[in-house]
């Protein structure tokens, strides 16, 4: 018994040193890492003041900056290294603008780490490739524009996301020529996600790519048009959305409905779209739709509201005569609901 409890804290006592030698030698890792990260990082700074902001009369060759980096340990057999100098490269790209914006994306496309982005859309894990696409795109360097439209159908939803946003990002308005193109359906994350960075890098709209992509059948192509008129306040391309707001598919109509609110319509479009209250199908969207021709009416509709209180829709009768009511027509709808239940005047003879 005292043998098994003398071997028992013999044990113990070996594993607590054992536990204290990696404690120990951790610490010691950690500290010689964040020195050796500290140096990269100053190491990158100074060699980019250098290369943006040369000594009057000369000139800090790119290949300066590649040998400081890679003499501060950003070498390629140390992928450390490099993801870490990846991400230095992205933060100061988005720091920078105009004229050094346009010398810094010059020079990244002349030192080593892309290829280690590049290497990554080689990779089976799906993780791996989607961060290496978005490490392009982010530092813009779009001779690699060929290796990533081949993963634009990539079964994987993050990896062709990460693509299609690529696409955005190195060809602008002509990147909706894809559109139709696509094989699997865009959710409306990736919606949103490409028409912002559609506004963040070309705010400035060509509306002739717009027009080219209007012939597509794609449900989820047609909702991200739609987005993108109402993200750029294209009032000339209303009428694309107009024809949206009874279409047959619900999600279509829901996007009409919430991209047509940005804007206020002509009079001929006004018209349009009252017309086509009455063809949807969902009395939810013909109330959102209802209180829309309200909020951009300067008066009401009498005629329009009078054809909505005879529709038999209890709900669309109660919505219409609600925006009567606070628009100051209170004796109109009291005496359409007496008429509800008595055989004097309707609306219609009242007005």
Not at 33 to 51: C, G, M, N, P
Not at 72 to 96: C, E, F, H, V, W
Not at 198 to 213: E, H
Not at 228 to 252: A, C, G, P
């Amino acid at each position: 018994m005292e043998e098994q409890l003398l071997l028992l804290i013999q044990t113990l006592v070996v594993i607590l040193i054992m536990v204290w030698f990696i404690i120990g030698f951790s610490l010691v890792y950690r500290k010689k890492r964040k020195k050796q990260l500290e140096f990269i990082e100053l190491t990158f700074a100074d060699s980019i003041a250098k290369f943006l902001y040369p000594p009057q009369g000369e000139e800090y060759h790119f290949l300066k900056v590649q040998r400081a980096l890679q003499a501060a340990g950003a070498k390629p057999s140390k992928k450390a290294n490099i993801q870490y100098l990846i991400d230095l490269m992205i933060r100061a790209q988005r720091t920078m603008l105009g004229a050094n914006h346009s010398k810094l994306r010059l020079l990244f496309t002349q030192i080593p780490p892309y290829r280690a982005s590049l290497s990554k859309l080689n990779s089976r894990k799906w993780y791996v490739k989607a961060r290496g696409i978005r490490e392009i795109y982010e530092m813009e360097q779009s001779q690699y524009i060929k290796e990533i439209t081949k993963e634009r159908n990539n079964s994987n939803i993050y990896v062709r996301r990460e693509a299609q946003i690529a696409m955005v990002v190195f060809l602008g308005w002509e990147s909706l020529r894809f559109l139709p193109y696509l094989k699997r359906d865009m959710t409306l994350w990736q919606q949103i996600k490409i028409v912002e960075k559609l506004y963040a890098y070309y705010p400035d709209a060509q509306i002739k790519y717009l027009k080219k992509s209007y012939a597509t059948q794609r449900p989820y192509a047609q909702e991200l048009l739609m987005r993108t008129i109402r993200k750029f306040n294209l009032f000339t391309e209303v009428d694309y959305i107009i024809d949206f707001l009874d279409h047959e598919s619900f999600d279509r109509r829901e996007t009409a409905i919430y991209c047509i609110s940005s804007f206020k319509l002509t009079a001929e479009q006004a018209k349009d779209v009252k017309q086509r209250v009455f063809k949807i199908p969902n009395t939810e969207q013909q109330v959102q739709l209802l209180k829309y021709i309200h909020q951009i009416s300067d008066k009401p509709d009498l005629e329009f509201y009078n054809a909505i209180l005879e529709s038999g829709n209890d709900i669309l009768e109660m919505s219409a005569a609600e925006i009567l009511w606070t628009s100051g027509y209170e004796e109109l709808v009291h005496k359409f609901y007496y008429s509800q239940y008595s055989t004097g005047p309707s609306l219609k003879e009242v007005i």
